[in-house]
Nanobody
Framework: QVQLTESGGGLVQTGDSLTLSCAPS????????MGWFRQAPGKDREFVAAVRWGVGNTYYGDSVKGRFTISRDKADNTVSLQMNNLKPDDTAVYYC???????????????WGQGTQVTVSS
């Protein structure tokens, strides 16, 4: 089964930028959707962004629209999340995920990475 490995998390200050990367262990196909979710302590897992691997359409959660950009690199078989103007509310564990059918609901995604911590200081 495919494994998703996130990287790039860390501690940053409010207003800073950070880029996360997700590297699947096997090839991603055009029918797949790759995405990012995040979960802060005491909060539900929240949809962040997604990209259709084949056509490249992107989708964003309301809380990150205009600040985050998801992209995929087919040659490298990776998906990235460029996070700009970070806020303390962005502090969470960020998870890479994959599904065959687009949804903003975490339970509809069947492949998950371990997560990477992003902490934004106030």
């Amino acid at each position: 089964q495919v494994q998703l490995t996130e990287s790039g998390g860390g501690l940053v200050q409010t207003g800073d930028s950070l880029t996360l990367s997700c590297a699947p262990s096997s090839r991603t196909y055009s029918s797949h959707i790759m995405g990012w979710f995040r979960q802060a302590p005491g909060k539900d897992r929240e949809f962040v962004a997604a990209v259709r691997w084949g056509v490249g359409n992107t989708y964003y959660g309301d809380s990150v629209k205009g600040r985050f950009t998801i992209s995929r690199d087919k040659a490298d078989n990776t998906v990235s999340l460029q996070m700009n103007n970070l806020k303390p509310d962005d502090t969470a564990v960020y998870y890479c995920a994959r599904t065959n059918s687009y949804s903003t609901y975490y339970a509809d995604w069947n492949i998950w990475g371990q997560g990477t911590q992003v902490t934004v200081s106030s």
